[in-house]
């Protein structure tokens, strides 16, 4: 039986100037296309900048802001999981995500996500659980495994050059992801999710 591949939409949560997350971002992009079960679209929050003041409830939005909004949109519904990646700031994951996360509702729901953080000594972990908690609500499911870069900076030069044991915790990541993406879809073809 030939299953069709995944849709990955690989998410960059980080909008700062100088940031790492484009290497990080591009990095597991490449993980997940060099596996047969998966095609990717690398979405970045500084190419869909929805501003943080939201319409009222039932309120549309400025034509400007419907037309970048819809567009993400689109990419979001269309993708079958997620892969996050998230820098720590502050002991949280940055405004520019939740923001992204915030516009939308459906799109997320009854999907998996995987997260990829990194930071300092902490490697972005209580970033990545804070997500948890906000997917959660929004209707999405973490999975179990993660991927966590400590002090990353002097790594990825280049996409290849990603720290040791990073691409054997991305394959567990992505097995995961795969796992719950192929079960998940499943179960939205048979019942759509209510919300």
Known sequence: MTTQP???AV???SARGGRLGDKVGHWIAGQARSRDDMTVDVIDVVEHPLPV???AMGEEPAEHVR???DALSARLAAADAFVVVTPEYNHSFPASLKNIIDWHLQEW???PVGLVSYGGMGGGLRAAEHLRQVFAEVHAMTVREMVSLHNPWS????????PEGADAAAKKLLDQVAWWGRALRTARAEQ????
Not at 192 to 195: D, E, G, S, T
């Open 192 to 195: 759509p999710y209510a919300l």
């Open 11 to 13: 998410i960059i949560g």
């Open 67 to 69: 037309t970048v909004k």
């Open 155 to 162: 790594s990825f030069s280049h996409a290849d050059d990603a």
């Open 6 to 8: 995944l849709s990955v």
């Open 109 to 111: 729901a009854a999907k």
């Open 53 to 55: 003041a939201m319409p």
